[in-house]
């Protein structure tokens, strides 16, 4: 993530919100964090089962500091508007990052009872080195 | 920018973000199953090639790219397996699939899967000359 943010201009702002930048910008291990938000937002995609789909953009998954730390996932765009569709009850997301690994596993609950929802629970995990 | 430079900045972009060399970085080679590439090393490869030849791609372009602007639930089946509708814009844009082998086979995560180092060159190419038109 060092290098990739270091080497090319502008990923940043195509990575992250203004809000997950002030998150990362403010901490000592600022490229650490960045690894462990887009973990999460693979995770979170992943567990969607899209990826990053058409029209989709990193930032409409955006990871943000909950009560007592704990991250929580914010949708937006495309991909808040997927989720909605398919019957998005919630979406939970655990980070851990360490010793030049971040990990995450995003868990989806989805309403059965939505009209073109097809899964009930799916559980997904990203990690992403920085 | 003609054929040969394109493909070239590509097969650059590709061995400086993954560390492959360029024998490796074939043109029939795929980004992610031959290469390794993931989703991060994606884009780091996009914005190298933006840097070199000009030409902005994001991720969520190749996605589009490859499925032509075709709804998801037309592109794919209800069991996410790729349409007939799918394999014909397949065969536009990654010409190197066999549309029979794959026929009932072929799942909607595992088609970026089979993109190669030829597909981006002739994406970029693409929205090169649509860009300077």
Redesign the interface.
Known sequence: MARLVTENAGIVDVLFTEREQDYCLGKRRAHEHMAGRFAAKEAVLKAFGTGIGQRMRWTDVEIVPGRGGRPEVCLHGEVAAWAERRGLADVDVSVAHSAGIAVAQALAVWDEEAEDSRRGREHAGAFSSH | MAESQTISAVQEAVVGALGVSEDEAAPDATLMDDLGA???DL??IL??IE?STGVKI???D???YI?G?IP?DEFSD?N?IISEKGLEQLKKVMPQIDADEQRGNLHA?NV?KLFTVQNLADMVEQRGGSAGS
């Open positions: 993931e989703s991060i884009l780091d914005f190298r840097r994001q991720a969520s190749l996605s589009e499925q602007g998801d209800e996410e995560e970026i």
